[in-house]
């Protein structure tokens, strides 16, 4: 999975795998979902993300992995 966000859109987007973007689709305001000829979702993008998460630190996040 990689990550990238990107400070000037305040935009966050997160790729899940390597597979081709055949349709992307806004799944509510401000977030899109990327799919792959097999109807996988392999990419989210959240835009405005200083708005939903008003405290959120991008340049260091943390991860759980249970």
């Known amino acids: ?10 935009a ?3 790729r899940l795998d390597n597979s ?3 349709e992307s689709e806004e799944v509510q305001p401000g977030i899109v ?3 792959n000829d097999n ?4 990419g989210v993008e ?10 959120a630190d991008l340049k260091h996040l943390d991860f759980k992995v249970a």
């Open 20 to 22: 081709q973007i055949i």
């Open 1 to 10: 999975m990689k990550m990238h966000y990107d400070e000037k859109s305040d």
């Open 46 to 55: 959240i835009l405005r993300v200083k708005e939903r998460v008003p405290l």
């Open 39 to 42: 109807k996988q979702v392999v």
């Open 33 to 35: 979902l990327d799919y």
């Open 12 to 14: 966050l987007y997160l």
